[in-house]
């Protein structure tokens, strides 16, 4: 029997992507059993999850789970990432609920918190937070519920994260991740006086052969994933600009790998260069004022602004915005005084 299938997964949006092509002597068989059996990772709760939700097409029309497939049909799946095998503790740490309600959360993480458990990073997470917090705070009909997430932000990258509270909304979320129709801008701080009021940077994404913990900028369309950010100037400070970016797609570290391929490192971004001084004079003061802007901010200056989304069960569509966080905004009142 031959066979075509193809496997993606984006590490910025917890999805997984398969195709498969039926084989020209295939028998009717039932689509769910058909993927059951051939997605180690898929169980049978997933799979359903993601028929509810529209995440199975064939020949790009949603099926049921009972569909029978037919030779040469084109199946494409997108399926949440199987929950973890280790035990999220419940850790009491405080997290900032902007929205709640029966099917997702929508909060603003602070910089320097972990999204989940991972290598060097165990406990103190986002997901130990919610965890706590779902214990203390619990759906009436929904005692058990916790958190599934459907994308991530940077350690050290503050801003607005939505999560899911049940299975089936974070099917339906994921598949508006895969299709680029969640509406995301980001704010950030970068050096150099960036010469168009606006712009739009492209580059396919992958990880740096000489460092896997930074992700790198291919112009080989066989390397890496496509990936497209639009930015916009808000304010020049002659040696750094504050823009506003808005993704079309949300590969790990798209902002910070993009601007230092396009020449201007996101500030005090020490993965990416941007934790030196790069722009400006040479006299001791405006280093020791850069040097006190880094410590101010100790991390890279980046802000996830505002989210929209359509909401999985109600269908109605949601937006919500935030503030710049202390240590950003004092930084940006610096460069102002400073200019």
């Known amino acids: ?35 059951f059996s051939r997605i180690g990772s898929a169980s049978r709760n997933r799979l359903q999850n993601a028929a509810k939700a529209g995440n199975i097409l064939v020949n790009d029309q949603p099926v049921k789970p009972n569909y029978k497939i037919r030779p040469l049909d084109v199946i494409s799946i997108v399926l949440t990432y199987p929950p973890r095998d280790t035990e999220i503790y419940p850790e009491n740490i405080p997290v900032t609920v902007v929205f709640g309600d029966q099917d997702i959360l929508v909060i603003n993480k602070a910089a320097g918190m972990v999204v989940h458990p991972g290598h060097g990073n165990f406990t103190g997470t986002l997901l ?18 916790k958190p599934y997430l459907v994308h991530r932000i940077d350690k ?18 994921a598949r508006q991740f895969y299709d680029h129709t969640i ?35 291919y112009d080989d369309e066989e390397v890496g994933r496509h990936a497209i950010t639009h930015y916009r100037v808000l304010e020049r400070f002659t040696y750094v600009t504050l823009v506003e970016c808005t993704l079309e797609t949300g590969r790990t570290h798209q902002i910070r790998a993009h601007f230092r391929y396009f020449g201007h490192p996101l500030f005090n971004d020490q993965k990416y260069g941007g934790d030196q001084v790069l722009k400006g004079t040479t006299f001791a003061k405006y280093n020791q004022f ?4 880094f410590a101010l901010m100790p991390r890279q200056a980046l802000h996830a602004k505002s989210l929209g989304f359509v909401h999985p069960s109600t269908r109605e569509n949601m937006f919500f915005d935030s503030e710049l966080p202390p240590d950003f905004q004092a930084v940006v009142e610096r460069w102002r005084r400073y200019i």
């Open 1 to 35: 029997m031959e066979e075509f299938s193809e496997h993606t997964e984006d590490s910025g949006e917890l999805y997984e992507h398969f195709r498969f092509v039926v084989d020209k002597g295939q028998a009717p068989f039932r689509i769910d059993k058909y993927l």
């Open 128 to 145: 130990n937070a919610l965890t706590y917090y779902f214990q203390q705070t619990p759906e009436p009909d929904q005692p058990d519920t």
């Open 156 to 173: 050290n990258t503050s801003g607005l994260l939505l999560i899911a509270k049940n299975e089936l909304a974070q099917s339906r979320l």
């Open 183 to 217: 509406e995301r801008t980001y704010i950030a701080l970068v050096w150099g006086d960036l010469k168009e009021p606006q712009g739009t940077i492209t580059g396919n994404i992958a990880r740096s052969t000489r460092d896997r913990t930074v992700m790198a900028i």
């Open 290 to 293: 850069v040097l006190n802007c």
